[in-house]
C-alpha cells in the first residue's frame, strides 16, 4: 500500500502501484488540473510537485512517492488567492487552449522557489515544457511578472 | 475549410433573430432553467450549459453562451462581446460558456442549425457570427428596456442603456438589468428587428479584453474532453493499425482479456479503401474499468499486421515521386495569356523548387471521447471542432436519428484543424454501442501522431519572367502533392487540387500570363485540414521564390512586392476568405511592419532581417523576422514585427494573442517538423522525435501593429502563419547566403 499527501491530505492507495501518479491523481484523486500530452515526459503537462520538485506525473510509478507529499494545480492557491504565479498568468493574459498552463504554472512555481530572479536565459534552460499553442511570449513576461509578484509578497 | 459549407445564409440569421426573442432573457433562476432545459441541453455534461444565448441573473451577473468551440482562438470572449456589446452589458459582470450542439428540423425538413451555426475552422466563428450574434444581444436589449419601460411608466424610447443599466434621463431614475430581467422574461419579442448600433457608437468592441476563462485555467478547473466524466462509463484504448489501410492478419486476444479490470474487446472495422473515412483505421478496443488497465490490456494483445497496399511508401520515396511527377506535364487549373510565348519573349526568367513535409496537429491535448449509446438516444461528450459533423457520422453509421444525439462539446486543448474531423467520436460510439455502457475514449500521443489526418506534402516548382522594363510578364506555379481533398464521394482527382492552390492568390489578376498547374501524386498517409491549409505551403514558396527574385534582379524585397501589389482596388477571389482581394491592403501591411521593423536597416554581419506578407482567408498580414545565425550555424530568432489588417478588429488583445501562436506555430514547424513515413507507416510516435518548440527557441519580441480600417471583420486563428516561414527563410538567407528550399530547416544551417 501507498501513502502519500495530496493537497495538504493523506491518502492510501492500494491498487497497481506501477501505475503512473498521473492516473492516480486525475482518475482516483479526482483531481484533473494535471494533463496528459505525452505519457513519455517530454511536455510537462502533467507537472506537480512531489516533496516540492516539480516533477513529470506521467512517468512516475505511484510505488515511488509512498510517503510524499504532493502538490497539484488545485493545491498552489491558498484558498480564494491565487498564488503569484497563477495571478501573473491571468494579468499577462497567457492562456490559449490553456491545455499546456497547469503544467506551465507548476513549473515556474517550483523553478521560482530555487532561482527567485531568473533570468531570460534561466527560463531558457529551465522551462523545458511544451505549449502547442505558442504562448511563450507572454509566457515568459508572465514568468518575470511572477518573480516581481513574489517579491512584493514578501 | 471551405467557408461556403459553414456560411450562414441569410435565412439561418433570420430564423436565427426570430428565435433569439424565445430564448434570451431568463432572471430567477427556475426561469432560466425552464428555457435551457427547453433547450434540452445536457444536464448531466461537464460544465453546466445552456441553450439560449443569454442569461441575466438577479446579481446582475451575465451568462453568454457562445456557439463556436472553443480551441484557445478566443471565441468565449470575442464572441460574447458581440452578444454584449448589443446588449450593453457590464462586460466585467459577463461570465461565458460553450453552448452545446443545437440543431432542429428547419421548415424544409432537413437538419439545420437551431441558434446559430456552431464550428470552428476556417477563420469564420468572428465573420459568421458579426451579425447574429449582435441581433440576438439586441433583442435582448430590446426585451429589458419594454420591460423597464412598463415599471418606470414612460415610452421605451426615451431609455437608454449602459454598463447594464437602463436609465430615464429626464427623471434621472434608472432600473439595472438584474431588476427588470425578470419581467423581462415574461414579454415576447417585439415584431420590429432590432436596431444594430453604428460602429462609431462601439464601447466594447474593438476594445482589448482578457480571456474570460482564464481563472479556470490557472486553477485546474478548466473542463477538456479528457477531465469529462459519465457516471457508470467504463475507459477504452484502441489499438490501430498503423500501416496505411492495412488490416489484421491474425489477432490473440485472450492474454489481453486476462487482464485485471479488462471488460471487453471490440473490434472497429476499418472504413472502405477509397471511400470517405469514418473511423480511420481498423483497430481493436480494450474496454476496461480504468484507463490503467484498458492500457495494460492493450500492451497484452497480439496482432499481426497486415503492411497494407502502402507497405512500399517511405518519405524520400514520396519526395522523389513528387519530383519525378514534376518533369512532366501535370493538370492545368488556370491559364490566363499565353504562358509559352511570354516565357520566350522574356529578358529575364527565374525558378525555384521548394518542399513542404507531412506535419502533424499534435494538439497537446490527445483525441478523446464520450460516448453513450442507448436505444433511446446517444450522448456524445468531447472536443470537437465540428460537432455537427460528429453528429452526422454518428447518425448515419450507427441508423440513428440525428436530433436523438446530443453532442456536448468541452474546451479543447487545441485543435489546429485535427478535430475537424470526427473519428475519434465514431470509434467511441462503436465502442459504446458494442458494450452497451458509457465509454470514454483515449487516444495517447502515439496513437494521435500515427493516426492523424496529416497537412500535405507536396513538392512546388515556380517560374517568372520578367521584361526589358522589369514588368513581370509571367508566372507558373505548379505543385505535385498528395491531397487533402480525396477519399470524398462524387470528387473526382482532376478536383483534388482545389484544396491546394488557391488560383486567385497573388499574383493572380496582376499579370498577363499566368499558369496554375497541379499532379496530384500517390501517398497512403491520411490528409486533412492543418492550420490555414494550403495557404501554409504557398505563403512559404511564393514570398521565398519573390526574395530569390528580388536578389537576382538586385531589387529590394520590399520594393520589388510593393510594387507587383500597384494600387488597392478590388479583384476577385473566389476562394474562401473572398469575394474580394484588395492588393493595397497587402501592401499596406508590408509597409507598416516595414516601417516598425526597420526592414532595409544594414544588419551587422551573422544577422539577416526577412519580410513576407500573406493573404488568408479575408486577413492580410506581413511579418518582418530578425534572425542571428552563429559560426556553428545556430539560429536564434530574436524578434518578429507583424502588420495585421483584419477589417473591424472585435478583441484586439486577442488579436495579438493569435498573431503570437501563428508566429510560435510557423516557426516551430519550419524548424525542426517532418512526419517520417517508412514501410507504409508514420515513424514518429511522440515528441522526443517530433520536436514542438520549446521557449528557448520562441522569438523573445514579438509587436503586433493592427491597422483597422473599419472594413467587414474577418478572422485571426489562421493568418498570423503563413508569412513567417517565408519571411524567416528571407532573413536567413540574408544572415548567411543560404537559401532553404525544403522544410523543416533542420540541420541546414550547420556548418
Ligand atoms: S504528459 Fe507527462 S510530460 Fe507529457
Ligand atoms: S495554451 Fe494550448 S498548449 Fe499551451
Known amino acids: ?154 | 475549410m471551405n467557408g461556403s459549407s459553414f456560411a450562414a445564409t441569410r435565412r439561418d440569421v433570420l430564423r436565427y433573430a426570430t428565435s433569439a426573442g424565445a430564448l434570451i432573457v431568463a432572471a430567477p433562476l427556475s426561469a432560466c432553467s425552464r428555457r435551457a432545459s427547453d433547450a434540452e441541453s445536457l444536464d448531466h455534461g461537464p460544465q453546466a450549459s445552456v441553450g439560449a444565448f443569454v442569461i441575466i441573473r438577479p446579481d446582475e451577473t451575465v451568462l453568454i453562451a457562445f456557439p463556436n468551440p472553443e480551441m484557445g482562438q478566443g471565441v468565449d470572449t470575442s464572441l460574447p462581446m458581440l452578444v454584449a456589446e448589443e446588449l450593453g452589458a457590464d462586460f466585467d459582470k459577463v461570465e461565458t460558456t460553450q453552448m452545446p450542439l443545437e440543431l432542429k428540423f428547419g421548415d424544409d425538413g432537413a437538419i439545420t442549425w437551431k441558434y446559430a451555426s456552431q464550428g470552428s475552422g476556417g477563420s469564420y466563428s468572428i465573420v459568421g457570427q458579426w451579425e447574429g450574434l449582435r441581433i440576438a444581444g439586441a433583442t435582448a436589449r430590446q426585451l429589458l428596456v419594454a420591460a423597464a419601460a412598463e415599471e418606470l411608466a414612460v415610452d421605451a424610447a426615451e431609455l437608454t442603456v449602459s454598463q447594464g443599466v437602463i436609465r430615464h434621463e429626464a427623471s434621472g431614475r434608472e432600473r439595472t438589468f438584474g431588476a427588470v430581467a425578470g419581467a423581462a422574461a415574461a414579454l415576447e419579442p417585439p415584431e420590429e428587428a432590432p436596431q444594430l448600433k453604428s460602429r462609431d457608437d462601439f464601447s466594447l468592441i474593438g476594445t482589448p479584453q482578457k480571456m474570460k476563462n482564464a481563472r479556470a485555467i490557472v486553477t485546474g478547473k478548466a473542463i477538456y474532453g479528457i477531465d469529462a466524466e459519465l457516471p457508470g462509463m467504463l475507459h477504452a484504448v484502441i489499438a490501430r493499425c498503423p500501416y496505411f489501410d492495412g488490416v489484421a492478419d491474425s489477432v490473440n486476444d485472450s492474454a489481453a482479456r486476462q487482464v485485471p479490470g479488462v471488460y471487453d474487446i471490440v473490434k472497429i472495422e476499418r472504413p472502405p479503401l477509397d471511400g470517405p473515412y469514418g473511423v480511420q483505421a481498423e483497430g481493436y478496443a480494450v474496454v476496461a474499468g480504468s484507463i490503467w488497465a484498458a492500457m495494460k490490456g492493450r500492451e497484452a494483445l497480439n496482432i499481426d499486421w497486415n503492411h497494407g497496399p502502402y507497405a512500399d511508401e517511405t518519405s524520400a520515396g514520396f519526395q522523389a515521386h513528387c519530383e519525378e511527377l514534376l518533369s512532366g506535364q501535370g493538370q492545368v487549373v488556370r491559364d490566363d495569356g499565353d504562358i509559352d510565348a511570354a516565357f520566350a519573349a522574356a529578358a529575364s526568367t527565374h525558378q525555384g523548387y521548394y518542399w513542404q513535409p507531412y506535419v502533424s496537429h499534435a494538439p497537446l491535448e490527445p483525441q478523446n471521447c464520450i460516448a453513450d449509446v442507448r436505444d433511446d438516444g446517444i450522448d456524445i461528450i468531447g472536443p470537437m471542432q465540428f460537432p455537427s459533423s460528429a453528429n452526422r457520422l454518428v447518425a448515419e453509421t450507427l441508423n440513428r436519428d440525428r436530433l436523438s444525439i446530443k453532442v456536448q462539446v468541452t474546451r479543447l486543448g487545441g485543435g489546429f484543424g485535427r478535430r475537424l474531423s470526427s473519428d475519434y467520436v465514431l470509434e467511441a460510439a462503436l465502442t459504446s454501442a458494442a458494450v452497451r455502457k458509457p465509454v470514454k475514449l483515449l487516444w495517447t500521443r502515439e496513437d494521435d501522431m500515427r493516426h492523424d489526418f496529416y497537412r500535405p506534402a507536396g513538392m512546388h516548382h515556380l517560374r517568372a519572367a520578367f521584361d526589358a522594363d522589369g514588368v513581370l510578364t509571367a508566372w507558373t506555379h505548379r505543385l505535385a502533392s498528395a491531397s487533402k481533398y480525396y477519399r470524398r464521394p462524387n470528387l473526382p482527382e482532376t478536383d483534388y487540387w482545389q484544396a491546394e492552390l488557391y488560383t486567385d492568390d497573388f499574383p493572380a489578376h496582376l499579370v498577363d500570363n499566368l499558369r496554375v498547374e497541379y499532379f496530384s501524386a500517390r501517398s497512403g498517409a491520411p490528409r486533412g485540414s492543418w492550420r490555414a491549409p494550403a495557404h501554409t505551403a504557398n505563403a512559404f514558396v511564393v514570398q521565398s521564390f519573390l526574395d530569390e527574385i528580388a536578389v537576382a534582379r538586385g531589387e529590394d524585397p520590399l520594393a520589388l512586392r510593393l510594387r507587383l501589389l500597384g494600387e488597392p482596388q478590388e479583384l476577385a477571389y473566389e476562394q474562401h476568405g473572398g469575394p474580394v482581394f484588395n492588393p493595397g491592403r497587402l501592401a499596406g501591411v508590408l509597409r507598416l511592419a516595414a516601417e516598425k521593423g526597420d526592414y532595409g536597416a544594414v544588419m551587422p554581419a551573422g544577422r539577416g532581417r526577412g519580410i513576407a506578407a500573406h493573404f488568408t482567408f479575408g486577413g492580410y498580414v506581413a511579418q518582418v523576422v530578425d534572425v542571428e545565425v552563429d559560426a556553428d550555424g545556430q539560429l536564434n530568432v530574436s524578434r518578429v514585427v507583424a502588420a495585421v489588417d483584419v477589417g473591424t478588429v472585435v478583441n484586439p488583445n486577442g488579436i495579438a494573442a493569435q498573431l503570437e501562436s501563428g508566429v510560435n506555430d510557423g516557426l516551430s514547424t519550419a524548424l525542426r517538423l517532418a512526419i517520417n513515413i517508412e514501410g507504409g507507416r508514420v515513424v514518429d510516435g511522440n515528441f522526443d522525435t517530433y520536436q514542438l518548440m520549446r521557449i528557448a527557441d520562441a522569438p523573445r519580441e514579438i509587436e503586433t501593429h493592427i491597422i483597422d480600417n473599419g472594413d467587414e471583420p474577418a478572422g485571426m486563428g489562421e493568418m498570423g502563419l503563413p508569412p513567417l516561414a517565408p519571411a524567416l527563410a528571407n532573413a536567413i538567407f540574408q544572415a548567411t547566403g543560404k537559401r532553404i528550399r525544403n522544410l523543416p530547416i533542420g540541420d541546414q544551417l550547420r556548418a
Open chain 1, 1 to 154: 500500500m501507498v501513502r502519500m499527501k495530496i493537497n495538504g491530505e493523506w491518502r492510501d492507495f492500494s491498487g497497481d502501484e506501477d501505475m503512473p501518479l498521473l492516473w492516480y491523481l486525475r482518475e482516483d484523486a479526482g483531481l484533473k488540473g494535471a494533463k496528459f500530452g505525452c505519457g513519455i515526459a517530454q511536455c510537462g503537462a502533467c507537472t506537480v510537485h512531489v516533496d516540492g520538485q516539480a516533477t513529470r506525473s506521467c512517468v512516475l510509478p505511484v510505488s515511488a512517492v509512498d510517503g510524499a507529499s504532493i502538490t497539484t494545480i488545485e493545491g498552489l492557491s491558498d484558498g480564494e488567492t491565487l498564488h503569484p504565479v497563477q495571478q501573473a498568468w491571468v494579468d499577462e493574459d497567457v492562456a490559449q487552449c490553456g491545455y499546456c498552463q497547469a503544467g506551465q504554472i507548476m513549473a515556474v512555481a517550483a523553478m521560482l522557489e530555487e532561482t527567485p530572479n531568473p533570468s531570460d536565459e534561466d527560463i531558457d534552460q529551465q522551462l523545458t515544457n511544451i505549449c502547442r499553442c505558442g504562448t511563450y511570449y507572454r509566457l515568459r513576461k508572465a514568468v518575470h511578472h511572477a518573480a516581481a509578484l513574489r517579491k512584493e509578497d514578501r
